[in-house]
């Protein structure tokens, strides 16, 4: 089966529910208007016979005599005559009246033939006469002794029913189309914020960071809305990182694979073991520096797409510093640079992500190293305060002016002048790492009489 709209699914649930609720409502009041109409038709059979008992006390049976003053049996139209009333059912409806003796002094015709043995006391009966059932009503006059009989057919009380019912009945199937039209209205009408929804998201531009609106939006929909804005946002900063991602990648490899070319195109054409040795050792260190902007490429990757957000624990800022400080031991000892480690704390501990952190201080300590000239100085701190934990690089390189501090930590900015290999990446690196764990970074002058002073503020609990 296909799936239904969701207008024609609401439509039929709600016509499905009217109908599970009025249908037994409907059989109920059946049952219930049948019942009435019993009670009804025994209180009317009651008080007709009351009627003639009252008749016959103030008048005599001679007000229901024939034309020649003899009293017999007559039909149903005389009583009613009498009462000024027109009768319609002569032959369903009718009464006897007895004497003390149980003899029948008068009679409807229709009713001849019933048992003429009334009881001698009020009471409800129902006497079967050929192909018809009666129900019988006898009461006995304390005045007169009369015994008079009323009675009435059960289908003609059938027929008032049922009448009743198709008098009602047909006009409420005939307006179930109808209900249902109008419920499809009303549906369809509950349902135009979804259409300005679909319009909306129809209209918005691809890579368009703004919300969607809709001020008219009933409040089921409002969390529908919150979502789906997270949703677009989460979406757009993943295709804006893939964006950048590709970029980076585009514009990072591109010097070192063409630098990588041209040294083994050096290598293939010569046959002097030397220039071979030095093409080949050309063609190395493009492939260290190849990997070396791959790793940073994707350090900046994984930490732009918060891959470590849902995995902090606790982390020790002097076992990261330690590990880093050993990691580039063999680069401070070429570069000829005098790095200095300070331990204020034998332990210093933050919720984080370790990989971060470890990437964060790295690329601090070889910002440094690139800008430091040999025979320089470095040096590094750790401590804890009440509320956050510091991590601090010094050294005594150029510096950065005041005026350009806010822009180095850019993508792929390098100062003028600047030494080194660097990529522009690395404190891109660090802004990341320190915005994944909620930490402050400055930039400020250095102690050392000349250079720069990093010092990266993180809170001791983290999120």
Same mark, same amino acid.
């Given at each position: 089966?296909?799936?239904?709209?969701?207008?024609?699914? &609401?439509?039929?649930?709600?016509?499905?529910?009217?109908?599970?609720?009025?249908?037994?409502?409907?059989?109920?009041?059946?049952?219930?208007?049948?019942?009435?109409?019993?009670?009804?038709?025994?209180?009317?059979?009651?008080?007709?016979?009351?009627?003639?008992?009252?008749?016959?006390?103030?008048?005599?049976?001679? /007000?229901?005599? *024939?034309?020649?003053?003899?009293?017999?049996?007559?039909?149903?139209?005389?009583?009613?005559?009498?009462?000024?009333?027109?009768?319609?059912?002569?032959?369903?409806?009718?009464?006897?009246?007895?004497?003390?003796?149980?003899?029948?002094?008068?009679? !409807?015709? *229709?009713?001849?033939?019933?048992?003429?043995?009334? #009881?001698?006391?009020?009471?409800?009966?129902?006497?079967?006469?050929?192909?018809?059932?009666?129900?019988?009503? *006898?009461?006995?006059?304390?005045?007169?002794?009369?015994?008079?009989?009323?009675?009435?057919?059960? #289908?003609?009380?059938?027929?008032?029913?049922?009448? &009743?019912?198709?008098?009602?009945?047909?006009?409420?199937?005939?307006?179930?189309?109808?209900?249902?039209?109008?419920?499809?209205?009303?549906?369809?009408?509950?349902?135009?914020?979804?259409?300005?929804? !679909?319009?909306? &998201?129809?209209?918005?531009? %691809?890579?368009?960071? =703004?919300?969607?609106?809709?001020?008219?939006?009933?409040?089921?929909?409002?969390?529908?809305?919150?979502?789906?804005?997270?949703?677009?946002?989460?979406?757009?900063?993943?295709?804006?990182?893939?964006?950048?991602?590709?970029?980076?990648?585009?514009?990072?490899?591109?010097?070192?694979?063409?630098?990588?070319?041209?040294?083994?195109?050096?290598?293939?054409?010569?046959?002097? %073991?030397?220039?071979?040795?030095?093409?080949?050792?050309?063609?190395?260190?493009?492939?260290?520096?190849?990997?070396?902007?791959?790793?940073?490429?994707?350090?900046?990757?994984?930490?732009?797409?918060?891959?470590?957000? /849902?995995?902090?624990?606790?982390?020790?800022?002097?076992?990261?510093?330690?590990?880093?400080?050993?990691?580039?031991?063999?680069?401070?000892?070429?570069?000829?640079?005098?790095?200095?480690?300070?331990?204020?704390?034998?332990?210093?501990?933050?919720?984080?992500?370790?990989?971060?952190?470890?990437?964060?201080?790295? *690329?601090?300590? =070889?910002?440094?190293?690139?800008?430091?000239?040999?025979?320089?100085?470095?040096?590094?701190?750790?401590?804890?305060?009440?509320?956050?934990?510091?991590?601090?690089?010094?050294?005594?390189?150029?510096?950065?002016?005041? =005026?350009?501090?806010?822009?180095?930590?850019?993508?792929?900015?390098? =100062?003028?002048?600047?030494?080194?290999?660097?990529?522009?990446?690395?404190?891109?690196?660090?802004?990341?790492?320190?915005? &994944?764990?909620?930490?402050?970074?400055?930039?400020?002058?250095?102690?050392?009489?000349?250079?720069?002073?990093?010092?990266?503020?993180?809170?001791?609990?983290?999120?």
């Amino acid at each position: 089966m296909k799936p239904t709209s969701l207008r024609g699914r &609401l439509r039929w649930m709600i016509i499905a529910l009217l109908l599970l609720f009025l249908l037994p409502l409907a059989f109920y009041s059946f049952y219930r208007t049948s019942d009435e109409m019993a009670v009804l038709s025994d209180a009317r059979l009651a008080e007709a016979a009351h009627t003639i008992a009252a008749i016959i006390r103030q008048s005599g049976l001679q /007000t229901f005599a *024939n034309s020649d003053g003899i009293i017999v049996p007559v039909q149903k139209k005389s009583v009613l005559a009498a009462q000024g009333e027109v009768a319609t059912h002569e032959s369903e409806v009718g009464f006897q009246v007895f004497d003390r003796h149980g003899k029948l002094v008068l009679g !409807t015709v *229709n009713l001849m033939t019933l048992p003429a043995t009334p #009881d001698d006391h009020s009471a409800y009966h129902d006497l079967k006469k050929q192909h018809h059932v009666w129900r019988v009503f *006898n009461y006995v006059d304390p005045h007169s002794q009369y015994v008079i009989r009323t009675a009435d057919r059960y #289908d003609s009380r059938e027929n008032i029913v049922h009448t &009743l019912w198709v008098d009602h009945g047909v006009p409420f199937m005939l307006g179930l189309p109808v209900l249902a039209l109008l419920v499809g209205w009303a549906v369809g009408r509950g349902l135009r914020p979804l259409a300005s929804l !679909t319009t909306a &998201l129809s209209s918005r531009e %691809p890579g368009s960071r =703004e919300r969607i609106e809709l001020p008219d939006a009933p409040r089921e929909l409002r969390p529908v809305l919150g979502a789906l804005n997270e949703q677009l946002a989460r979406q757009e900063d993943a295709l804006e990182r893939e964006r950048r991602f590709s970029a980076d990648v585009a514009h990072e490899l591109r010097t070192p694979l063409a630098s990588i070319l041209l040294n083994l195109e050096s290598a293939m054409e010569t046959v002097d %073991p030397d220039e071979i040795q030095d093409s080949l050792a050309g063609a190395h260190h493009s492939v260290a520096t190849l990997s070396r902007r791959v790793e940073q490429l994707l350090t900046l990757a994984k930490l732009e797409a918060g891959a470590a957000s /849902t995995r902090f624990e606790p982390v020790d800022l002097m076992d990261v510093a330690d590990g880093v400080v050993k990691e580039l031991t063999p680069i401070i000892r070429r570069r000829g640079v005098e790095l200095g480690f300070a331990q204020h704390d034998e332990r210093v501990l933050v919720q984080g992500y370790a990989p971060a952190l470890v990437a964060l201080l790295r *690329n601090l300590l =070889e910002n440094s190293l690139r800008y430091v000239p040999a025979g320089g100085r470095i040096q590094l701190a750790v401590s804890q305060g009440r509320q956050e934990a510091m991590l601090e690089v010094i050294d005594d390189g150029p510096g950065i002016p005041v =005026e350009r501090r806010h822009a180095v930590f850019a993508r792929f900015h390098r =100062e003028a002048g600047s030494r080194g290999e660097g990529y522009g990446l690395g404190l891109s690196i660090v802004t990341r790492a320190a915005t &994944l764990h909620r930490a402050s970074i400055e930039l400020l002058d250095s102690p050392l009489g000349r250079g720069l002073r990093v010092r990266v503020s993180i809170p001791l609990l983290c999120p």
